[in-house]
């Protein structure tokens, strides 16, 4: 069956450096997104993407974000200057109608 | 700001039990989802409601939407140990391409042998 790939599973970085996450969505899927959950909170809408532009983002998404589909297959999202709240796990998720999700990558920003 | 209100939070019950968990909102949703979380996973789709007053059955579970598409309901019986787990509702308020979800915090469900 079709599935969400993320990597790295874990990361950890230290404030102030940049990170990429990387996604890859299911294959026909047309609708990508971004969400993060805090430890112990529920999961947060980042951005959402369609026709290789952003459709919508929260105001979680500010400028140190930024999203990128570089090839047909992967969806990237990158954190330029990395805080420490910025520590969540971080879910991709790809659809046509319903959001199926990756397995997450954990940041830990020191 | 769309809310989704679970309850209850936790849930600890003996296997053999039934149980009920609730997805309440004052939005409306043109759909709305049901996920289970393990820790350290993530969210794995359990089903899809999108017509008011729908009902799914997916073995031991069934999901309900309300008629206003406002609520959600997610019955278990006869619990097993293997249904522990974090249960997530999730809605989408359709319209063009965006299909944000606005999840819930969540129902923790232990079910004990």
């Known amino acids: 069956e079709p599935e969400v790939t993320q990597t790295p599973s874990h990361q950890v970085t230290q404030m102030g450096q940049e990170v990429i996450l990387r996604c890859v969505p299911i294959?026909?899927?047309?609708?990508f997104y971004w969400y993060r959950q805090i430890l112990g909170q529920k999961v947060e809408f980042l951005v959402s993407f369609y026709n290789n532009e952003i459709s919508e983002k929260s105001e979680i998404f500010d400028d140190q974000f930024s999203v990128e589909r570089p090839d047909g297959s992967n969806f990237t999202l990158k954190i330029r200057s990395t805080k420490l709240e910025d520590s969540a796990m971080y879910f991709c998720a790809s659809s046509t109608a319903t959001q199926y999700f990756g397995p997450g990558t954990r940041l830990l920003v020191l | 700001t769309q809310l989704l209100e679970q309850s209850p939070q936790f849930l600890s019950i003996q296997e053999g039990e039934n149980l009920t968990v609730y997805c309440n909102s004052s939005?409306?949703?043109?759909?709305l989802q049901w996920y289970r979380q393990e820790p350290g996973e993530g969210p794995v789709l359990l089903v899809t409601?999108?017509?008011?007053?729908e009902v799914k059955k997916l073995k031991r579970l069934t999901f309900q939407f309300g008629d206003a598409r406002k609520d959600s309901s997610l019955h278990i019986t006869a619990a097993q140990p293997g249904d522990t787990g974090l249960y997530l509702c999730a809605g989408d308020m359709g319209g063009g391409s965006n299909y944000k979800l606005t999840f819930g915090k969540g129902t923790l469900l232990t079910v004990n042998p």
């Open positions: 409601v999108v017509t008011g007053g």
């Open positions: 294959s026909n899927h047309l609708y």
């Open positions: 939005s409306v949703f043109s759909s």
